[in-house]
């Protein structure tokens, strides 16, 4: 009630993350978690949820497909989860599936890669690696659409983050508007719908 009382009607909550590795120092330690247990966590944000789209107000359940499990903060680095599609389905996936069979109105990505899940990319380095959730095909198109049948709004964890923003991921001098087009392609091209970019507006240099 409070969000609608001063005109919000996002709220980019909840959390869904399981919170597995409690060393994770954006989600454990930060307590971004309702839990370690995926069936806590999915009781606890189909309530909040609820509450939310009672009052009109959006959410957004995030990061897909799960931040609970990293050892790095995605804001100045760019975690890896060493994840089977099938583990994740056991844990991470469950509040997700869940939440959408629910109908929430909105799923943010992570900027987390998946070496066991996703498929090896050129960087525009000329290294090799593999691409963010954030910037997956497999992970936004043919897990979360396809596999979990979200049909709702994908949005993008804020991608001046430096998990995507100084990771040389794509042609360009990192932080550069080349760079950040080439960006913005692919994660559009992966199936997201909206680009995050929360930048303070405080002067001309930051609109730039």
């Not at 989600?27 to 971004?32: C, E, F, L, S, T």
């Not at 497909?65 to 995605?74: A, F, I, R």
């Not at 050129?122 to 290294?127: H, I, K, V």
Request: a negative charge.
């Amino acid at each position: 009630a409070a969000c609608k009382q001063v005109g919000i009607n996002v709220n980019f909550a909840p959390s869904v993350d399981v919170d597995v590795n409690p060393n994770c120092p954006i989600i454990g330690k930060k307590q971004r978690s309702y839990s370690a247990n995926n069936e806590v966590v999915t009781r606890n944000s189909n309530w909040f949820v609820n509450e939310h789209q009672k009052q009109g107000v959006l959410c957004v359940v995030k990061h897909f497909p799960g931040h609970g499990d990293t050892d790095v903060d995605s804001h100045i680095g760019t975690p890896t989860v060493e994840k089977t599609y099938e583990q994740l389905q056991q844990t991470e996936l469950v509040p997700f599936e869940a939440m959408i069979g629910h109908g929430v109105d909105m799923v943010m990505t992570a900027h987390i890669t998946f070496p066991k899940i996703d498929d090896k990319v050129t960087y525009g380095d000329g290294t090799e690696g593999y691409y963010p959730a954030t910037m997956s095909k497999k992970i936004i198109t043919d897990i979360l659409r396809g596999d979990l049948g979200y049909d709702g709004v994908v949005v993008t964890d804020a991608l001046e983050m430096d998990a995507i923003m100084n990771a040389a991921l794509v042609e360009g001098e990192p932080q550069s508007t080349e760079y950040m087009v080439n960006v913005a392609e692919k994660v559009i091209n992966a199936g997201a719908d909206i680009l995050l970019i929360p930048k303070d507006l405080k002067d001309a240099e930051s609109a730039a």
